[in-house]
């Protein structure tokens, strides 16, 4: 069974940082989309981060380029988002997720155009608040 397992978050005021974790355990394969999804309250769940972990490749999204930065180690099946210059509007759950069927290469980069759709294996999501 594939489980992913995240971690970090918490509370920190504007302009802080702080680092999530999200450990995969359970899937043989090595070359996938991953990324990172978040929830506001009140709002749709949207992409932020994608990485595909065959070669690195990343995208992401508008609203936190430049300020977030997803990286990976694979000898722990692990990957790290480092959230920093962190602003009020960053304040939702956040979901590590894994598109697992889509193809290794995928047919879009990761977090591009339509691949949100296709993640289909999520973590249990964490908290992330940031005060102003």
């Known amino acids: 069974q594939v489980e992913l397992m995240e971690s970090g978050g918490g509370s920190v005021q504007a302009g802080g940082s702080t680092r999530l974790s999200c450990t995969t355990s359970?899937?043989?394969?090595?070359?996938?989309?991953m990324g990172w999804f978040r929830q506001a309250p009140g709002k749709e769940r949207e992409g932020v981060v994608g990485?595909?972990?065959?070669?690195?490749?990343?995208y992401y999204d508008a609203s936190v380029k430049g300020r977030f930065t997803v990286t990976q180690d694979n000898t722990k099946n692990t990957m790290y988002l480092q959230m920093n210059s962190l602003k009020p509007e960053d304040t939702a759950t956040y979901y590590c997720?894994?598109?697992?069927?889509?193809?290794?290469?995928?047919?879009?980069?990761?977090?591009?155009?339509?691949?949100?759709?296709?993640?289909?294996?999520w973590g249990q999501g964490t908290q992330v608040t940031v005060s102003s």
């Open positions: 997720a894994a598109a697992l069927t889509w193809g290794a290469p995928p047919p879009l980069p990761c977090g591009e155009g339509g691949s949100w759709a296709e993640y289909n294996t």
């Open positions: 359970g899937y043989p394969y090595s070359n996938y989309c």
């Open positions: 990485v595909y972990t065959g070669d690195g490749t990343t």
